[in-house]
């Protein structure tokens, strides 16, 4: 039986907001029935997306993270639910508008933060990966077409192709840690959960400083070697995807004709960038 995924490609969003808006645009105001109850106009976010900033000027770069309801296979809010949240065969979960008026218990029982309060209407409210759409014969949710960079893909196949799927795209849930096997999946996601080493080497030779391009970096934890790679042709250089709790490394330098350096960073919570690094010329 096929059911519906969607890929989040971190590394193609760029905040645009055209998915927020076009969700808002389906169901502020409008009753969508036996599927959703109005979205307020203020205050709720069933799609939110998220900001991360890494690094150190100048080797800055930002991540946007677009966040909703995941859709899980082993959902805390079917559970609390007691038949106000439907998992449908498909994989998707309705938050029943009838059932669930006065459920406040719904909205603590996600883990993720993606269940909205309706005040005006004392009613737990999320996105229902616009399953009435779908329903009618739409071949994705809205906010996947409105994506204008593809950083969106809503995908309906088998549990067995999804899961080749997910090993062929390295796709992670966004919260690892959390059993609830969501129906969201995200690509890239490092540049959010993950931190990066990044600095620029240049060669000094007849007292003249110049990018160097090749030389080779590589990151120690006591003896061993966490990462390592090479400088680019502007003499820069980024490991990513490093753990956010490293503690002391070194950070060994090296190009042949030229004298090496070693310099010792802390990786905590952060990502390092260890600026302008000179390697002498050998004479
Ligand atoms: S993300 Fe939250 S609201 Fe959505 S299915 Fe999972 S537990 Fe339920
Ligand atoms: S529409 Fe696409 S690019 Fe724009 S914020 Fe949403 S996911 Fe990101």
Redesign the pocket.
């Known amino acids: 039986m096929s059911k519906w995924n969607l890929i ?1 490609d971190v590394a ?9 808006i076009a969700t808002k645009d389906e169901y502020v105001g409008n009753e969508i029935k036996g599927y959703s109850a109005p979205q307020p106009l203020h205050g709720h976010k069933w ?1 939110n ?1 998220l900001t991360k900033e890494r690094g150190q000027h100048p080797m800055v770069d930002t991540t ?1 993270v ?1 966040t909703m309801c995941n859709h899980c296979d082993d959902a805390p809010c079917v559970k609390a639910g007691g038949g106000a949240v439907e998992k449908r065969p498909d994989g998707i979960v309705i938050i029943n508008p009838h059932k669930a008026v006065g459920r406040h218990d719904i909205v603590e029982s996600c883990p993720y933060g993606a269940i909205w309060w309706n005040e005006e209407l004392s009613l737990p409210q999320a996105w229902t990966f616009d399953a009435h759409l779908l329903d009618r014969g739409w071949k994705e949710p809205r ?1 996947v077409q ?4 593809g ?2 893909r809503a995908v309906k196949v088998s549990d067995e192709d999804m899961a080749a799927l997910i090993a062929q795209e390295s796709l992670e849930p966004i919260r690892p840690d959390l059993a609830t096997r969501p129906r969201v999946h995200y690509k890239n996601l490092h540049r959010f959960t993950k931190v990066f080493l990044a600095g620029e080497v240049l060669g000094s030779k007849g007292g003249v400083n110049d990018c160097l391009a090749g030389a080779r970096v590589s990151l120690n934890f006591g003896e061993t070697q966490i990462a390592a790679c090479e400088t680019d042709a502007f003499g820069e250089f980024r490991i990513d995807g490093l753990g956010q709790d490293l503690g002391g490394c070194r950070v060994e330098i090296s190009h042949d004709g030229y004298s090496g350096e070693t310099v010792t960073i802390q990786i905590k919570g952060d990502s390092v960038v260890i600026g302008t690094i000179v390697l002498k010329g050998n004479p």
């Open positions: 989040v193609e969003c760029h905040n645009c907001n055209n998915c927020f799609i997306i946007y677009p906010c409105s994506c204008p960079t950083a969106l």
